[in-house]
């Protein structure tokens, strides 16, 4: 193997735009294992909760394909979430055999509390610019998304914070979008 073929790649021709999005990226694992932390939930519990946030209450069965995960993987992840007073278990009203999972309004409050002032502040920066401006920035993170879109291979999973995602039956109502999938 060549010496050349050993070296890992190298970023530093990049534009300082696409190291800034690198950098976000970073930023936002950085952000989102502090709130893990704060709420006493790991990654994959920390994203159930972002479901549930976002959609409202919903099956363990609709939680699993939002998680892709198995059955018996997101009953241990509404167990801990439940334990951990994030979550209760209630009837579904439109299946008398079935549960809907609900996120907890406190939790749900304890969460958005840290969500809501950085994407405010996120979203007040673009609002420095003129409309002009504002519209060259969301073309190129538009281009970015799509980029990302193009790579990332086909997935079917449900993002309902994202602008295109249809409305989502019996959730509540959208608040900002979790900060993983700004």
Do not use: K
């Not at 609709?62 to 209630?90: C, F, I, K």
């Not at 549960?99 to 907890?104: C, G, M, Q």
Request: with cysteine; proline share 8%; hydrophobic share 35%.
């Amino acid at each position: 193997m060549s010496e050349s073929a050993q070296q890992p790649p190298s970023f530093g021709t990049s534009h300082a735009a696409t190291l800034l999005l690198r950098e976000i990226l970073d930023v936002t694992e950085d952000f989102e294992r502090s709130l893990g932390d704060e709420l006493s939930v790991n990654q994959t519990d920390l994203s159930a909760m972002q479901h549930l946030i976002v959609a409202g209450a919903l099956s363990p069965t609709a939680l699993a394909e939002r998680l892709d995960l198995s059955s018996a993987a997101v009953t241990t992840v509404v167990d801990r979430l439940e334990a951990l007073g994030h979550v209760r278990r209630t009837p579904n009203p439109d299946d008398r055999r079935g549960t809907l999972v609900v996120p907890e309004p406190a939790s749900v409050g304890r969460a958005m509390g840290r969500i809501i002032p950085m994407v405010t502040e996120v979203d007040s920066a673009i609002r420095e610019f003129d409309e002009q401006e504002q519209s060259i920035i969301t073309r190129y993170l538009e281009r970015v998304v799509d980029a990302y879109r193009g790579h990332a291979g086909s997935t079917e999973r449900v993002r309902s914070w994202r602008a295109d995602a249809p409305p989502t039956s019996g959730g509540a109502a959208s608040p900002p979008p979790p900060p993983s999938e700004c």
